[in-house]
Structures are given as C-alpha cells and as structure tokens.
C-alpha cells in the first residue's frame, strides 16, 4: 500500500528547538581558531544566531511538500520517498539516494531538472522518473527494529521498486551510502536494476590493491583517514552512546553535521557559505532534529561493520551492469587508481569533474545531472 505524505511541523516543536538553542552554554566551550579540532566555533554560533532569528522551516517544509510525497511499508518498515512523474512516452525510473549526513534536502534542486528535461533547456527523451527515499532511519522514514547496513538496506529498496512501485527495471544513483548501496543492487539485485551512477567508492575489492599505483593509493587513503575516522568509528561501535548527548542538543547536532559538510566540500576560502546558504545547511540539519532520527540514522555504519565492513565477499564477481562514475576533487576520499575501480565495475563513463566535492547535488547540482543524463543515454543506444 502506498499513502500520500505530507510534514506538517507544529509550531509548539519548532519553538522548543529554538529555546534550546538560546539557552546553549557558548561561554563554557572554549574559542579555538580555524576548522582544525572540529567545527569552528565563531561560525557554529553565527549559524545559530540566523537559526533562531531569521531561519524559517515553514519555507522548507512548503517545498518538499510541493513534492508528491508518500509513504509505503517495506519489511515493516515504513518508507517514505517523493516521486517526481517524468515527462515524454517513456521516462526512465531512476532511484536517487543520499548517505550520511544527508537527507532529501540534498536533492530538491535536481528533481524536476531531471524528470522534465524540455523544461530546462534539455531534451525530453533524456527524463527520469524520480523516486528519491529516506533511507531507512533517516528523516521522514522508520527505523529497523536493530541497525542494518546498506546491504540490507539495497534489499528494501529494491523490494520497494518492483513489488510496491511496480518497476520491474530501473537505474540508481547515490553519493555516500547511496553509492554504497547502488553498489549492492548492482551487485544482488542485477535482475532489476540495470545501471548504476555513482559519485563515491566506499566498497573494497576483496582481493586488495594489485600495482605499485594501487598499493601507493591504499597507503596514502589509510594515511588519510586517520583524521577522518573518529566520527566512522563511533557510529559504528557505539552509536547509542552518541545519541543521548545529541538528541536534546540541537546545537550538538548541528556542530557533528557541519564538521563534515566543511571537510568534505570543495569551498572557496575555507567558507562553507561559499558553496552552502545557511538556510540549506539549516533544512538538512533539522531534518534529524525534527524526526529524531539523528540516533537510528547513525546505525547503518554499525550495520556496514555487522555485514562485513568496506570489502565485497571474498567470493566477489564483477559487478556487470553498466556503471557510471562522477569523481569530483574534493571527494572525503581520493578515488583509487582506474585500475581498480575497473576490477569492480562494468565501466561505461568515467568522468573527471573541475570541481566540486562529496555533496555532488548540492555543489554542483547541473554537473552530476548532465553526467547522469549522457550516462544513461550512452547505455541505450
């Protein structure tokens, strides 16, 4: 069953965030210059001076809303997704995910471009029908019962798209967890989905890196990520822990999500506002806060670990469905060597992008929708 979905906000809630934020204790952390111990204090107390004065969900609220918005329960879970019909005779389905620290926000600019092509000065062959879901966890959707990781995740979803949906075939494309779970329809789920586009690699080769250029990439990516993996290894091991301090702490929230969009991002200057307004960075954050999923969002890095972490079974076989694949410079990681990426995939694109960073459709919304585009349309001739 499928039921249509609309947020509706009380005003009771929104005021009791606010109060919370008037009343955090800035004079007991202590001033520390620059991003380098973690997110940077004068910044994080300008965006909650705006976010009690000037920042208004309504708004945001309104233009998801403008979506068709709804809701259908997979394994008992109820998932919530927007659905953006595609123009001409035959749009193609395409699932579009996000990952963590992320939601649907990140996609509301990119939703029309791509199901109504012609109304963007594109060609109406080239449309989409755009299903774009919570993930389970996360915003509006439920929570498992107990942490999955996106194995199982990429399971529900497809589940969604040919027994709820009705697609029998469609194509997926993620950043973050979305990548990670294209990669695994791409890898269990073949029968349906038939291509994926993705702008990050979290999976591993079982079999490891093979040349002197591979071996090279893996010891500067683990050099890397010894600054990275604080947060990783947290929502992994402990994410309930977590999770008290967070939940009545709106500007903890906030201070743990702008972290990464700062680090992961290609800005200019060092200024997050350079690629961001407040009011965006704002909408994603109280996504978490509103649905109190900041918690059940962090289980799906505990449920990676539970499914066997980063690597493919040892048992691997290339995934054979056409692949895309979008590297922006400012990626969280450096993508390895072509070699390698070619070892997991069936590579038909392979794009080197100018710029831009791990918030693809946020940053550099018309390069990830005319690389998906010429993908696609690669494919089928």
Known sequence: MIKDFRINITESELSLIKTKIKNYPWSSTQDMDGWTHGTNKKYLKELCDYWIKDFNWKDHEKLINSFSNFKTSVDDIDIHFIKEEGSGKNPKPLLLMHGWPGSVVEFLEIIKPLAHPEEFGGNIDDAFTVITPSLPGFGFSGAPKKPIGPRKIAEILNKMMIKNLNYKEYCAQGGDWGATIANWLGYDHSNNCKAIHINCLTMRHPEGPQTKEEKEWQIKFDKDQIMQDGYRTQQATKPQTLSYAMLDSPVGIAAWIIEKIHGWSDLKDNNIESVYSKDVLLANI???????????????YFGRREEGGRFFPKDFKKINIPT???????????????????RIFNIKKWTKMKSGGHFAALEKPNLLIEDLRTFIREILK
């Open 286 to 300: 109280m996504i978490y806060i509103l649905t109190n999923t900041f918690n059940t969002a962090s289980w799906i």
């Open 324 to 342: 895309g694949i979008a590297i922006f410079p400012n990626e969280m990681s450096e993508w390895p060597p072509r070699s390698y990426v070619e």
